[in-house]
Structures are given as structure tokens and as C-alpha cells.
């Protein structure tokens, strides 16, 4: 069980990231690879992406273990930059006492098979400048060949989830948004719990809680085994996933789906769930019936131009990349 302690202060500096990291994604979706408990969600994308692996990924393979711990200097704390190339700079420049100690919690954790670590990893110990090198090339490699042809996804499921985030401080404030990610996380004022592999008490002390979403974080959220004492902790939670995503629509993809968008309806609908949509709220705007508006969202999610997000009772609509592109009538970017 995690517990995380709140002070008044700390209520007051709670925020959700607006974008998904890049370096928690490498780490999270590296173990969805290598173990099948991740569920059928991840299935479609593990058979497209398995066969990319390579001789490179294997400094990756010895640090990001399937279960137990994984070393906190893959995932520092970037202070909300999202770009992977200075994400992987601060991996780089991660002091040498920080690198011996992570990895030798990792050599010595239970759920590690018990063998040494290998030599490439005892020499990233010692802070060697070439195997600190091979480390962020494979962390580019990575991301290059397993996550850049789904990142659109990934960042569009990321924005959906702070849509629905941001409606949770409107209605009722910090309570609000962390009564809302129940049953994930259990908001008990003054204390938030999860499940967590092991007992851990966490007392924020006026630093706040940075509330990470993470498309390959599985089931529980996560956190690092040694947080910096003077920045606000950071809990890494899944956010909600959406079947067949791996065989969704690409930004290039331009089919029979898109042809059944032409209409004022569906293009006002596009258009309005931008700032997020539920379907009923779409329904009173344009003045069709409820039956109407979930068809023609279900005809746009189908194009890959919008997503949909289940919410207790509602479903709350918001735009992907590719539907913005197309709304402004611009290239589509990864």
C-alpha cells in the first residue's frame, strides 16, 4: 500500500502534467515487452514492435527488469520539458554517486533474477563516458523504433485524460480531481492510497505532488524510490486505454472513413471538442438528439480524428492530433 500524506500547503501545489514523458514511456513500455501480464491492450502493439528489438536494446533489457525496481536515474525529474533529446541529457548527466547507488539497488533487488549485473551496466556504474554514450543512443533507438509511429496516440490519449482532469478541479477543486481517480488512487483527506508492491509512507511536506499520466504505466501507479527532498514528488498513473489502438488510423492515413465526415454536424462536433465534449453536452449545443451525437462521434473516433473517454456515467469526447490538423487544415506532426 502507498500512502502519500498531504498538508493544507501541499493541496495547494498538486498539478497533473499536460503531456506524457518520455522517458517514463521508454521504461513503462519496455516492461509491457517483455512480460504478457500487461493485458490484451497491449497486445496488437507488442506483436508490431517485438520484431524491432535489437543487439542495442539489450543495456535495456539489464536495467528495466520486468518487476521490482527500476534504477530512478532513467527517469529524472525533467521540470516539464516533454523533448527527448533533453530528456536523455539529463539521463546523461546523472551524477556518478546516483548511478552506483541505483544500480546497485538494482543488482540486489529480489525480483532480479540472481545474476551480476552485465558489464556494460557495471561500467555505467562508474559513470564511464562511453557506456553513457551507448546508453543514450539506445534510449533514442528505443523510442525511434517502438514508440515514435504510436506517440501521436500516446499524446492524444494524454490529452484526453487531462481534459477529464481539468473537469475534476472545475466542479469541486484539488478534491475534487483526486476523488476522481477512484478507483485508482483512493483520496482519504488528508491521505491519498494505492496499491503499491510494497508498504511506503510518503509525507509531502509543503513540496506538492506532480500527478504524471502515463499511456504504458499498467494497473498501479508508480513512483521513484528516492524522490529529490526539495522538488514536488511525482506519481505516475495509467490513464485509460482504448481497444485496437495499435491498429488505429496513422497521421498519413487518409481512407473511406474520412469520406463520411463531410457534413456541418460532424464538423462542428469536430470543432468542439477541442476543450472536451461529453456527449450529451454535444447533443444540447448542436440540437440533435443524444442517439445522433454518439453516432456521429463513433464515425470520427472510427477516422482517428477524435477519442472517447469513459467517465462514471458520461463519455467525454476530445480532438487527436490528426483531428486538429484537419480541423485547421494543416500537416499533421509526430
Not at 548527466?93 to 533474477?113: C, I, N, Y
Not at 501507479?221 to 486505454?241: E, F, G, K
Not at 487527436?320 to 494543416?330: D, H, S, W, Y
Request: net charge positive; aromatic share 6%; charged share 20%.
Amino acid at each position: 500500500m502507498l500512502r502519500v500524506h498531504f498538508t493544507a500547503d501541499d493541496i495547494a501545489r498538486v498539478r497533473v502534467a499536460s503531456a506524457p514523458d518520455p522517458l517514463w514511456e521508454i521504461a513503462n513500455s519496455f516492461q509491457a515487452l517483455t512480460t504478457e501480464d500487461w493485458g490484451p491492450m497491449f497486445g496488437e502493439w507488442r506483436r508490431l514492435v517485438r520484431p524491432r528489438l535489437g543487439p542495442d536494446d539489450r543495456l535495456l533489457a539489464a536495467l528495466l527488469p520486468p518487476r521490482g525496481y527500476t534504477p530512478d536515474f532513467l527517469t529524472p525529474d525533467l521540470g516539464g520539458t516533454t523533448d527527448l533529446e533533453s530528456a536523455v541529457d539529463v539521463v546523461l548527466r546523472t551524477p556518478r554517486t546516483a548511478l552506483r547507488r541505483d544500480l546497485t539497488l538494482l543488482a540486489a533487488s529480489p525480483q532480479r533474477p540472481r545474476l551480476p549485473l552485465p558489464t556494460q551496466a557495471r561500467a555505467l556504474a562508474d559513470g564511464a563516458p562511453e557506456e553513457l554514450r551507448r546508453l543514450g543512443a539506445a534510449l533514442h533507438g528505443y523510442h525511434r523504433r517502438v514508440l515514435a509511429p504510436f506517440w501521436e496516440h500516446v499524446r492524444a490519449q494524454v490529452d484526453a485524460d487531462h481534459a477529464l482532469r481539468a473537469r475534476g478541479v472545475l466542479a469541486a477543486g484539488t478534491d475534487g480531481l483526486l476523488a476522481g481517480f477512484s478507483p485508482l488512487l483512493r483520496w482519504r483527506p488528508p491521505v491519498l492510497e494505492a496499491d503499491y508492491p510494497v508498504d511506503r509512507e510518503l509525507r509531502l511536506e509543503g513540496r506538492g505532488l506532480v500527478l504524471q499520466p502515463s499511456f504504458f504505466c499498467h494497473r498501479r501507479p508508480v513512483m521513484l524510490a528516492h524522490p529529490a527532498s526539495d522538488r514536488p514528488p511525482v506519481l505516475v498513473y495509467p490513464v485509460q486505454q482504448t481497444v485496437g489502438w495499435a491498429g488505429a488510423p496513422r497521421l498519413h492515413t487518409r481512407d473511406a472513413e474520412l469520406g463520411a465526415l463531410l457534413g456541418r454536424t460532424r464538423a462542428a462536433i469536430l470543432a468542439d471538442v477541442v476543450t472536451g465534449r461529453t456527449t450529451g453536452e454535444l447533443a444540447q449545443r448542436l440540437g440533435i438528439s443524444g442517439a445522433a451525437a454518439s453516432q456521429h462521434t463513433a464515425v470520427l473516433r472510427r477516422a482517428g480524428l477524435l477519442l472517447s473517454v469513459r467517465r462514471n456515467k458520461y463519455v467525454l469526447h476530445t480532438i487527436t492530433p490528426v483531428g486538429f490538423a484537419l480541423l485547421n487544415g494543416t500537416p499533421a506532426s509526430v
